[in-house]
C-alpha cells in the first residue's frame, strides 16, 4: 500500500513542487497520475523512492515511512523509469540477474530468468544479448522484467510507455494488469490519457502540484476523462499565457 | 552493507567489459614495454660505464705521488630500482674527485650519443603510473556515477536497499581492482626485463622495494579513482564530469607544479652562476698573490730544475739539484696554510651558493606537498634510495667524511710534504738516481721513501633505509577523499 499524507516538496529556488498531496493506493489497485511536465507526478515518485526529501508531510510505502527508514521501506517497492537503458555491455539475463541480487532475489537460476522474460513477451533469442543492442520497447520489458523479478508488493512507474509503439505499450499495460492481479498496488505517471482509460482503477490529475482531481473507474468511464484533463490543460495553458 | 558485494562485482565486470578498459591495457602494454626497454638498456649502459671507471679509478689512485696529486676519483654505482624511480640517480652526478684541497662535487660522467632520446630515459615506471594510469584512471571512472545518474539507471539501483555509502564504496572498490590489472602489468614486464637481464641482479630487500613501490601506485591510484567518483558524484552530465576530471588531472600534473616553480622561483631568487664564478676568481687572485709574494721572500739561489715543479698547487719533483728542493721545501711550509685557508674559503662560497638552491627547492616543496603525484614521486624516489636527499645530501657528505679521512690519512703519513706516496718499490725507485751525485742520491732517497698506501681509506657508502612519509600521505589522502566522495555523494541528486 502506498500512502501520501499532506507530502509536500518546495526546491531550494522555492518552487513548489508537490503541494500537501493526499493519497492512498490499496493492494490490488492500479492508480494513474496524470499532469502536464513540471505537475508533480515525478516529484511524487521520487519522494516515495527518497530520492528527495520533503519539505511537508509523508510518504508510507506499506506503513513504513520512506524519509525515517529509507532502506527498510524499498524492500516493498519495485520502480519502473521512463527510459530503462540499464547496463549496455551486459546481456538482458545478466541485467536481471545484478538487480535481482540487489532486490534481495539470490537463489534464482539461469531458467528463472528466462521465464520472466517469456512472460513479459521478449524472444528467445535475446535473452543472452547485449542491452545496447535492443529497442526502447524491449529495454522496457526488461525494466518491467525486474521490477515483476523483485516482487515487491508496490511498483511505482515514471511514464513507462512514453515512446513505445502501441504494440508494446499494450503488452506493457497487460503484465501491470497481471500485476494488479496479484494484489501489487500500481502507481503509473503518465501523460497517457487513452491507456489510463483502458486499465486503471482510479486517476488522479495533476496541476502545479496539487492533486486537483481523483476519480474512480466508474466515475471518470462516465464523466468522459479526456474531457476532464483536457479542460485542465486548457486552463493551465490560459493560465499561464 | 548486504549488496555491496553485488554492487562490486557489477562495477568490476562492467569495467573489464569496457572498450575504455582494453584501450587503456593497451596503451599502458605500449609504453610500458617501450620505456621500462628504454630504461634497462640506459641502466646496463650506466653499470658497464661504472664497472670500466672504477677499475680506472682504483688504478689512477695508486698512481699518486704526492699529496697534491692524491685525487681519488669515487664513482657510485647505478641503482637498479632507477628503472623504477629514476629520481635524482643520474641528475645528481655519478662521480666525485677526491682531491686535498677542493670539496667532493658530484659530477655526471656519462655522455648521451643522443640527447633526444633523454626523454625516454627520464621516464620511469613511477612515471608511467604517474602521469599515464592516472590520466586513464579518471577516465574510465569519470563517468561511472554521472553516467548512470544520465541513463537513469542510477534511480533503479536506489530504489532497491541500497545505501548511498556502500554504493560510492564498491564503485571505488571495483574501479580500484579494475586499475590494478594495468598497474600489475606495469609491474610485471619491469620485472620480467630486470630478471632476465644478465647485467642486473636484485636483492631481496629490493624486490621488497620493488612492492613497496607497487603499493604507493596503488595508494596513488586510488587517490585519482576517488576524485575521479567524486567528480562523477557532483558533476552533471557524464560528458561535463569527464571534462572536469580532464582539467582536474591537467591541474595537478602540469599546470600547478609549473605554476608553483614559475612563482617561487620568481619570489625566491637565487644568486646567478657567474657571480659564484667571479667570486672564486677573486679568491684565487687573492691567493695567488699571497703565493707570488711568498716566492719572493724565499731567495731562490743557484737551483737547477728540469722538468720540474713543485708545491702544494704543483706536484712533483722529478730532477732538481739541492737547493731547489730545499727552496721547494720552504715554499710548501710556507704556501700550504694560505692553500688550505683560500680553499676553505672558496668551499664555503659554493656550500652557501648550494644552500640557496635548497632553499628554492624546499620553498617550492612546501607548495607542492599536497599534490598526490608530488607524494608519489617523492615517497618512490625514497623507496628506491634514488631521493634528492639521499643522492646529493647524504652521498655528499659521506663524500665529505670520505675526504676527511683521507685528509687524515695523508697526514697520519706525514704527507704533507714531500714524501711519496707511490706504491713502486724502492729497488725501481732507485734506478732514476743514475745520474745524480752521491748528495743528491741522498738526498732524494730522504723524501722519494716510498709510502704503503694500500691501507687508505675506501670509499663505502650505503643508503640508508628511510620511511617514505609521502606514502604515508598518500594513505591519508586516501582516507580524506573517501570521505569526502561519501560526503558528497550522499547529498548528491540521483535523478
Known sequence: ?241 | MKNFKTLLLNEFMQQIHSFRFVLTLFVTFVVTVVCVYVQVVDFADRQQTYQAEQTKAIDKSKQARIYSEFNVPVFIKPNPLSIFSRGFDEKAGNYANISVFELPELKSSSQKSNPFMEILENFDVINIVEIILSLLALFIVGDVISGERENETLKLVFSNQVSRTEYFLAKYVGSLITLVIPLLMVFLITSLFITFHPLIMLTGLQWLKILLLFFSGFCYLSVFILIGLTISARVFPAAKAIIVCLVVWITTVNIYPNLVNYTVSSLVKIPETHQLTAEIKQLNDEMQKKIDENEKEVPSGPVTCSNCSFGPITSMIFLGNKDFVLRAEKLNALNLPIHFEYQGKINAEKKRFKQQLFHQQKTGSYFLQLLPNFQLYNGSSIIASTDFKSRDIVLHNSLEIFRSNTMDYIKSKDGFGFKFFTPMKPEQLRNDFNDYTKEEKDLYSNYKQPLDISDAPQFYFKYKLKIPVDILFLVVLNAIFISLGIRIFTHARVH
Open chain 1, 1 to 241: 500500500m502506498l500512502q501520501a499524507i499532506d507530502l509536500t516538496k518546495r526546491y531550494e529556488d522555492q518552487q513548489l513542487a508537490l503541494d500537501a498531496l493526499n493519497l492512498e493506493i490499496k493492494e490490488g489497485e492500479i492508480f494513474f497520475l496524470l499532469g502536464a511536465n513540471g505537475a508533480g507526478k515525478t516529484t511524487t515518485i521520487n519522494l516515495f523512492l527518497n530520492f528527495i526529501e520533503p519539505t511537508g508531510g509523508k510518504a508510507l510505502i506499506n506503513g513504513i515511512d520512506v524519509t525515517k527508514e529509507p532502506l527498510e521501506s524499498k524492500k516493498y517497492v519495485s520502480y519502473v523509469s521512463e527510459n530503462v537503458m540499464l547496463y549496455g555491455n551486459f546481456t538482458a539475463r545478466q541485467n536481471l540477474d545484478f538487480f535481482a541480487k540487489l532486490g534481495g532475489k539470490t537463489n534464482l537460476t539461469r531458467e528463472d530468468y528466462y521465464m520472466r522474460m517469456r512472460e513479459v513477451g521478449l524472444q528467445e533469442e535475446a535473452f543472452e544479448k547485449k542491452l545496447k543492442t535492443f529497442s526502447k520497447g524491449m529495454r522496457q520489458k526488461v525494466g518491467l522484467t525486474i521490477a515483476i523479478i523483485k516482487d515487491a508488493p508496490n511498483i511505482l512507474l515514471d511514464e513507462p510507455t512514453a515512446g513505445l509503439d502501441p504494440k508494446a505499450a499494450a503488452e506493457l499495460l497487460q503484465i501491470l494488469v497481471n500485476q494488479k492481479r496479484q494484489g501489487k498496488s500500481i502507481l503509473m505517471c503518465t501523460h497517457d490519457i487513452f491507456r489510463a482509460k483502458n486499465i486503471a482503477d482510479r486517476v488522479g490529475i495533476m496541476k502545479e502540484g496539487r492533486l486537483v482531481m481523483v476519480r474512480t473507474r466508474e466515475e471518470f468511464l462516465e464523466d468522459d476523462l479526456e474531457k476532464i484533463y483536457m479542460n485542465y490543460m486548457q486552463e493551465m495553458v490560459i493560465e499561464k499565457v
